[in-house]
């Protein structure tokens, strides 16, 4: 299999895990309610986007976090990786609207509780996904 449809599959299961947050959550928004003319598919195509830019935000600063960070994920015993995944849902909502994309995380707490429901949905889409098709 490809590492192009394993990417795809990863790209769509946060697409999917966000979307849920939407449905979840009042704090975090897309489509209409961020953008009265969006439609359906721009709906989609954002959601699409949004889990793209949530891949290179965690590809790029996670890493970084987890090694400046180390001495509190110890301290902590890994629980301030909660606030972490809330910061960088959040930052990802902030670049979203600076790019324009109809996709909004109210505040901490909204982006703390989205963090959860992306992380928990991920790991249930991933564990029902066949293992050739997700090469992880």
């Known amino acids: 299999m490809s590492n192009a449809l394993a990417m795809t599959i990863r790209v769509i299961v946060v697409a999917v895990a966000l979307w849920v947050a939407t449905l979840i959550l009042g704090g975090i928004r897309v489509g209409t309610e961020v953008n009265p003319n969006s439609t359906t598919a721009s709906t989609i195509g954002t959601l699409l986007v949004v889990a793209i830019i949530f891949g290179i935000v965690n590809a790029v600063l996670k890493p970084i976090i987890k090694v400046v960070g180390c001495p509190l994920y110890i301290l902590t015993l890994g629980l301030i990786s909660l606030v972490v995944n809330a910061l960088l849902l959040w930052l990802v909502g902030w670049i979203a609207g ?7 995380v109210d505040g901490f707490w909204a982006a703390f509780w989205g963090a959860i429901i992306v992380g928990v949905v991920s790991f249930l889409l991933h564990v029902l996904i066949p293992d050739k098709l997700d090469q992880r």
């Open 98 to 104: 600076k790019v324009g994309l109809p996709f909004a």
